[in-house]
């Protein structure tokens, strides 16, 4: 599976973004997704993941539960974050990633994942 991510942008604190992951392929659904992000001068961080399928199951880093809310479309083969309450800290760079069949906990560890899309930037003045 492709993926690309969009929907990053420059916004004030305390603003919201919408970004967008979309997919090609016919199988999307049996894929779980996770989105990251890296800021400058710092490694790469697991931020949301939703699981396979129906998306029931979901998992969020501590440092957005409660601002961020993960969902996926299989019908659109997109998985959206809805980023609420955006602090300075929370500018980075985004990434969507895919993995088959797998957990969300297990796409938070960032091993042998088997897609990556490119990145979005996020900017969140003060």
């Known amino acids: 599976v492709q993926l690309q991510a969009s929907g990053g942008g420059l916004v004030q604190a305390g603003g919201s973004l919408r970004l967008s992951c979309a997919a090609s392929g016919r199988t999307f659904s049996r894929y779980t997704v996770g989105w990251f992000r890296q800021a400058p001068g710092k490694e790469r961080e697991f931020v949301a993941a939703?699981?396979?399928?129906?998306?029931?199951?979901?998992y969020y880093a501590d440092s957005v539960k409660g601002r961020f809310t993960i969902s996926r479309d299989n019908a659109k083969n997109t998985v959206y974050l809805q980023m609420n309450s955006l602090k300075p800290e929370d500018t980075a760079v985004y990434y969507c990633a895919a993995d088959y069949l797998r957990s969300p906990s297990h796409i938070s560890t960032m091993n042998d994942i088997d897609s990556w899309g490119k990145g979005t930037q996020v900017t969140v003045s003060s």
């Open positions: 939703i699981s396979w399928s129906s998306g029931v199951s979901t």
